[in-house]
């Protein structure tokens, strides 16, 4: 539209490629991006009056659809007692104690500000415990732009062709070990490579950042079992996957137990927010108690635990769980049968509320199948969806999610 255009020619004067995150700015399918005006329940409104069906959701954290009552209630109330204290406060402990009654694997938990600071956080913390330097990550598997995890990293980052970040010094890199999902052989030999040299193995138990595919059976269990035999721990990044896949993340649906974990996304309910946490002997390594530094001014923010409380309290149930289930199945079956009668050759992924669709007629388990998908005809795809009036993410590397407010 006319106003989206011309706030978009101004964004591009004033920030560099007139986006905050790169993703957004449209240049995987093309196309100039549209400026929201607001949003509600299932759909965003653009600044010319569109409206969209939304199956990005704020790349996560819209579970509940958007602008849900409790939560806009929840922050404007807080918003009255302060916006930021920098002093605890009492709705960091509450969170703390939601965060370990959803997930077992969660002992201890600190909160920063996104899913950034959570990965970089974790990956200091397992070096600190383990005083070991090595750390392996997994090809497409991006957890946000820390500097020694943007090695064959996903979204934007391989949107855009830069895996590799530069800015990046080498010797910052060189501790991180990169190698293929879903393959077990490699995973045992670069144990086999290194050992006693491995701090922890960091990865998205459903990787949601070059599309979304699932772990193969058993692959998970082999990670748990080679890290425990090595002393190394492993991380699960869950801030896609944390509270969305169910209420204990991709750990609870495949039953690994993580010696850390990340989250980011729905824990701050749509506000800023990142967490991470695990075993105590490991927590309690984080100063002040020990050695390893991490801090940050707005930190359990109260406006943002105001909204991540009341929207971890609105999963408790199961409730939503179940039925995002089953919006998921509906999509999904849709989606084949729309492909089929098309002609069309789609590998449609799908666990729980998040979901992709990759061009090709070959299963997707890693990358280098993700790679395999026609990424001018998911363009094309985008476009016809958005005349349509429904908004997936401008890339085909991206995960679709499912919010409780699609019908
Ligand atoms: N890195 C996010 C998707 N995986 C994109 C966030 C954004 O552009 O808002």
Not at 47 to 56: L, T
Not at 231 to 260: K, N, Y
Not at 351 to 372: E, H
């Amino acid at each position: 539209g006319a106003k989206s255009d011309a706030l978009f020619a101004q964004a591009l004067r004033w920030i560099p490629g007139g986006v905050n995150s790169p993703v957004r700015a449209f240049r995987g399918v093309g196309g100039n991006p549209f400026f929201v005006e607001r949003a509600e329940g299932a759909r965003v409104w653009d600044v010319d009056g569109n409206a969209y069906v939304d199956y990005v959701g704020t790349w996560g954290p819209a579970i509940f659809g958007h602008a849900p009552d409790f939560i806009v209630k929840a922050v404007q109330e807080r918003a009255a007692f302060g916006t930021s204290f920098g002093i605890p406060n009492p709705l960091e402990v509450r969170m703390a104690e939601l965060v370990i009654q959803c997930v077992p694997s969660v002992q201890k938990v600190r909160m920063c500000n996104s899913g950034t600071e959570a990965t970089m956080s974790a990956i200091r913390l397992a070096r600190g415990f383990t005083k070991r330097d090595k750390i392996i990550k997994f090809e497409g598997c991006y957890h946000g732009h820390v500097d020694s995890l943007l090695v064959r990293a996903g979204s934007g980052a391989l949107t855009f062709g830069h895996p590799d970040s530069a800015g990046v010094p080498a010797a910052f890199t060189q501790h991180t070990i990169v190698i293929p999902f879903n393959d077990k052989a490699a995973l045992e030999e670069v144990f086999k490579a290194n050992p006693g040299q491995i701090a922890g193995v960091i990865i998205e138990p459903v990787p949601g950042n070059a599309g979304l595919y699932l772990p193969q059976p058993g692959y998970l269990e082999l990670l748990r079992e080679i890290t425990r035999k090595n002393d190394s721990l492993l991380i699960f990044d869950e801030v896609m996957t944390g509270f969305r896949l169910g209420l204990a993340g991709a750990q609870g649906v495949f039953g690994i137990t993580p010696d850390l974990s990340c989250f980011g996304k729905i824990i701050g309910g749509g506000l800023p927010v990142g967490a991470f946490g695990g075993r105590a002997d490991i927590m309690d390594c984080l100063a002040p108690l020990g050695p390893v530094y991490q801090a940050g001014t707005l930190s359990g923010n109260p406006l943002a635990m105001a909204a991540g409380i009341a929207a971890l309290e609105h999963l408790l149930d199961g409730k939503v769980h179940n039925q995002l289930e089953a919006l998921g199945a509906e999509l999904e079956a849709g989606l084949k049968t729309a492909a089929k009668a098309a002609g069309q050759a789609v590998t449609f992924q799908r666990c729980g509320s998040m979901f992709c669709g990759y061009f090709t007629d070959q299963p997707v388990y890693n990358l280098a199948d993700a790679m395999r998908s026609d990424r001018e005809k998911f363009a094309r795809y985008f476009h016809g969806l958005l005349n349509e009036g429904v908004y997936l993410a401008p890339s085909q590397f991206e995960a679709g999610f499912i919010s409780a407010a699609h019908g």
